[in-house]
């Protein structure tokens, strides 16, 4: 765990784009409010492993918002059975019944379907913020760090330029 914390920090200092941590934060809680043994947690790990993301942040982030989910499980509950018995929306629900990847997806159970529905909708805002939080962390944080006498001194080293030099991360 502390080395997925060491490259969490290591992409939040780099100089890679704030999409792949915003996108892969998102996509943790997409997958953390899906039942794990489900056809969309199988899909989101498709495109978590398919789409250029951090890896680092998709684990902590899944593991963060793993709570979440627990917390969150009775209004997930309340959306699907909302979706699935509203007038509105049970024949909609009836006739994709029939297709079997409907089947498949198990959107016919109310946490399935709700959780679904609650993470699409909570994972844009969380995009958001989460890409607003690293450029402020860039821009502010890591700024005053850097700006400190003692890391100063620690990147003045020789250890620390060979550190730079030759890229030693400690990743197997």
């Keep these: 765990m ?28 997409l997958f ?14 498709l495109l ?29 509950i309340l959306i699907g059975e909302m979706l699935l018995t509203s007038s509105s929306t049970s024949a909609a629900f009836e006739s994709l019944y029939q ?9 016919h159970h109310t946490y399935n379907l709700g959780s679904l529905v609650l993470g699409a909708v909570l994972a844009v805002p969380v995009y958001f913020l989460t890409k607003l939080l690293v450029l402020k962390y860039r821009q502010h944080i890591k700024n005053y760090f850097e700006r400190l006498a003692i890391v100063k001194a620690l990147k003045a080293t020789r250890v620390f330029q060979l550190y730079q030099q030759f890229g030693i991360s400690g990743d197997k």
């Design 99 to 107: 297709f079997g990847w409907f089947k498949l997806g198990q959107w």
């Design 32 to 45: 953390a409010l899906s039942p794990i043994l489900s056809l969309q947690a199988l899909l989101i790990l």
């Design 2 to 29: 502390l080395s997925l914390l060491a490259q969490l920090l290591k992409a939040l200092n780099s100089e890679n784009s704030s999409r792949q941590v915003s996108a892969a934060i998102a996509l943790s809680l």
């Design 48 to 76: 978590v492993l398919m789409v250029k993301v951090h890896l680092a942040s998709f684990i902590i982030g899944a593991t963060l918002f793993e709570g979440l989910a627990f917390i969150l499980s009775p209004v997930s």
